[in-house]
């Protein structure tokens, strides 16, 4: 499967924990992405990587939230000290580095539920 | 930045009957992408659009871009229990990212 993989697909954890997710671009693809999408909205940008450079941060990601993408291959995206708030579905995404090509290839994301 | 809105919010329609979904935008957009999402799935690119007045078919699928690049329709035609899912479009801002920022959805029912 060369698409984008995510892992877990599913986190329960209690409020306070820590959690990780990994997102596995498509491996020719430069630019990554993680997005939030909560129930009955479209998805929000959280962050852009391209390669291992972090160039941009949503408003959205808290000093709670950290993301590395350490070998410009795959990203992992860290919540510490996780709030019922954080409850959503993490999406992925990779595109290609072609200025003209903006396709984003979505993983199916890791749904998160802290109780 | 600037959301993107979609009317409707929800549409239910017999099987076989058009649908259209309409986003609308305040500013000019530079492009704008047009996603599904299946219930429990993830966000599927389906097309994107540049140029003032363009119009892209796919199968049963017209997408148009306005004239003034400020709105963008998406219309199914004869609609399937296939169809079903929420339709998003996203305009991606000019700037180095591409990042994407998304309307508010349409999600489509289609009753057999």
């Known amino acids: 499967d060369t698409g984008v993989s995510q892992d877990p697909r599913h986190k329960i954890t209690k409020r306070g924990q820590n959690v990780t997710f990994r997102c596995d671009p498509i491996?020719?693809?430069?630019?990554l992405y993680w997005y939030r999408q909560t129930l009955g909205q479209g998805p929000e940008f959280l962050t852009y990587f391209q390669n291992e450079a972090q160039l941009e941060k949503s408003r959205l990601l808290s000093d709670r939230f950290s993301a590395e993408r350490p070998k410009g291959s795959f990203s992992t995206l860290e919540i510490q000290r996780t709030e019922q708030g954080d409850s959503a579905m993490y999406l992925c995404a990779s595109s290609p580095s072609d200025g003209q090509n903006t396709e984003a290839f979505f993983g199916q994301g890791t749904r998160l539920t802290v109780v | 930045g600037q959301q993107v809105m979609q009317i409707p919010q929800y549409q239910h329609v017999q099987e076989g009957e058009d649908f259209t979904t309409y986003c609308n935008s305040s500013?000019?957009?530079?492009?704008i992408q047009w996603y599904k999402q299946r219930p429990g799935g993830h966000p599927v690119f389906l097309i994107q659009?540049?140029?003032?007045?363009e119009v892209k078919k796919q199968k049963r699928l017209t997408f148009q871009f306005g004239e003034a690049k400020k709105n963008s329709s998406l219309h199914i035609t004869a609609t399937q229990t296939t169809d079903v899912g929420t339709y998003f479009c996203a305009r991606a801002p000019r700037g180095a990212t591409n990042k994407l920022i998304f309307g508010t959805g349409t999600l489509l029912a289609v009753q057999p």
């Open positions: 500013t000019t957009l530079s492009n």
């Open positions: 659009l540049v140029k003032s007045g």
């Open positions: 491996s020719e693809h430069n630019r």
